[in-house]
């Protein structure tokens, strides 16, 4: 603990003797200043032990002592020393009183005791608690390395709580709870998911304080991580500010985890390289060699259904549809895939199950169990995201820069990757011309293909292959294009597309000829019969 009052006047070869303010001598001192000015607070930082003589104040003046007094409590003077046997051989009436009132403590100064000696005892106080205080930052910083090596991240929450007689909590790049020392504490730690968000947006290193009045502690929020983007952070919370030795703990527990995330990030970044390679091999069809390079670390990925998920951001899908190339959106914040990608990461891992993760540029490419939580949050986080974009187009305020396009493919099986591949491909493809964030391969089986004709390319080649037939209405010299969709609608039936019509059937021959005359296509082949019904139902959906 740091010198107080209390322990200046218990030392034995002090002497002090308290005249005032007897019950506030618990009181820290920083420092032991001597002023003989009139007004020394100008030259007071607070928390000082003034020391006098009075050599320039009216100390039998109880008005001047009241002002005097009130200035220096209110500078933040803890206490006051008064000399006798030099200028007074008591402390004058004025100045006790006004200190009694005042509540700031004052203490006798004997004449055998030199300012001095007083000086140097809260020079060796202070020095003393800040040797006790790096010690035990010491101690403490062997204990959360033992905790760490032996008992990871848990031991070495469950250390710092200790350390710090307060609760701490690990949280993952997502913003979820990893850890939380004690249990109970992890229910306070879900509170605080907001500010670890705003905490994850600054580069690291970043720290934050949380809490006031309101709340029933203080806690400390620091980033975990050396990159641009945190990977981590760590929360801890007090009953009161943090002293030395506990700051001691806090700033070596926030490096052990640092060096653990950083330990993590490498074999991390090594299991992406052989998911990759697994990845290529399946796709390969080479599901046994596969198998093999996945080991115990994808192996048990590959024994049951899995999904395919391809993720990019909507400004690379673009480019890729324009330019038909890989185009890659430099950004100084974190892709939409990168984000997607931890977001899983952290589902998989909360959940214990497997998951492969791909990155690529600004696609990102992911093998997940079917049912999994990993699936699960890759839809809840799509539903946010369009329900942001929702709330963007109601307040006119977003573009779609930066935005994410996912495919999910059915449920597959090592021999059938490359199809799921494909599926999730061709999901994305919808995804992107219909302005959604997810779409799921196997909505597009059960729905319907008219949709799909809402594309331009659809469009150009339908109003294309029909601008024959509706020129030629317009002339008013027939009504070929309703002819030709009510024949087809009726699958070639003369008689029941004729009344449809409400012509005679030998006018509707007659016109269905015009038709192959001016296409230049015979209506016997299916083929052109598919295409001219497509094209019909794509121009009447504009």
């Not at 490498?266 to 796709?283: C, T, W």
């Not at 809840?380 to 305020?397: K, T």
Request: hydrophobic residues 50%.
């Amino acid at each position: 603990m740091p010198p107080t009052l209390a322990s200046l006047v218990h030392h034995s070869a002090l002497k002090l003797t308290v005249r005032a303010g007897g019950d506030r001598l618990d009181v820290p001192v920083r420092w032991a200043h001597v002023s003989e000015l009139a007004d020394p607070v100008p030259y007071m930082e607070g928390g000082e032990l003034l020391l006098i003589t009075a050599l320039k104040l009216d100390a039998e003046n109880p008005d001047a002592m009241r002002r005097y007094v009130k200035r220096l409590a209110k500078a933040g003077v803890v206490g006051l020393g008064f000399a006798v046997g030099v200028n007074y051989e008591d402390i004058p009436a004025a100045l006790v009183d006004a200190a009694e009132e005042e509540g700031l403590p004052l203490l006798e100064v004997p004449r055998r005791t030199p300012f001095l000696a007083i000086s140097k005892a809260v020079s060796a106080a202070i020095a003393a608690d800040q040797y006790r205080a790096v010690t035990a930052g010491f101690a403490a910083q062997r204990e959360l390395t033992k905790q760490a090596l032996n008992a990871g991240p848990e031991g070495l929450l469950a250390a710092l709580a200790a350390q710090v007689d307060g609760w701490t909590a690990l949280y993952d790049a997502s913003g979820a709870v990893v850890a939380a020392a004690p249990e109970w504490a992890a229910r306070r730690a879900e509170r605080l998911t907001a500010d670890i968000e705003r905490l994850r947006d600054r580069p690291a290193p970043a720290s934050a304080v949380v809490g006031g009045p309101e709340t029933e502690d203080r806690v400390e929020l620091h980033s975990i991580g050396t990159g641009r983007r945190p990977r981590a952070a760590l929360a801890v919370g007090t009953a009161a500010t943090l002293g030395t030795a506990e700051r001691y703990a806090v700033h070596s527990a926030v490096a052990l985890l640092t060096l653990t995330t950083e330990r993590s990030r490498s074999l991390h970044a090594a299991e992406q390289r052989i998911g990759a390679a697994v990845l290529r091999m399946l796709l390969a069809g080479q599901p046994d060699h596969a198998r093999a390079v996945a080991g115990d670390l994808y192996g048990g990925l590959l024994d049951a259904p899995f999904r395919m998920i391809v993720a990019e951001s909507a400004s690379a899908s673009a480019a890729r549809a324009h330019a038909g190339a890989h185009a890659r959106v430099q950004s100084a914040a974190p892709s939409p895939a990168a984000v997607l990608a931890e977001v899983v990461e952290a589902a998989a891992a909360r959940s214990g199950e497997t998951v492969l993760v791909v990155p690529d540029g600004e696609r990102l490419v992911v093998l997940a169990a079917d049912g999994g939580a990993a699936v699960a949050v890759c839809g809840q986080y799509a539903a946010a995201l369009e329900a942001a974009r929702a709330e963007n187009v109601r307040e006119q305020s977003g573009g779609e820069e930066g935005e994410l396009v996912v495919g999910l493919s059915g449920p597959a099986g090592p021999i059938a990757a490359a199809a799921a591949y494909k599926q999730a491909e061709q999901a994305l493809s919808v995804a992107r011309r219909r302005g959604r964030v997810l779409v799921e391969h196997d909505q597009l089986a059960s729905g319907s293909v008219l949709p799909l004709l809402a594309d331009d390319a659809v469009r150009a080649f339908a109003d294309g292959l029909l601008r024959a037939l509706y020129e030629h209405d317009a002339t008013g010299r027939g009504d070929l294009v309703a002819s030709l969709r009510a024949w087809l609608s009726r699958h070639g039936q003369w008689d029941a597309a004729a009344a449809d019509l409400g012509v005679h059937r030998h006018t509707l021959r007659y016109r269905m000829r015009r038709v192959e005359e001016i296409l230049g296509r015979s209506l016997d082949d299916p083929d052109v019969r598919m295409e001219l019904w497509l094209a019909l139902k794509a121009t009447s959906t504009e």
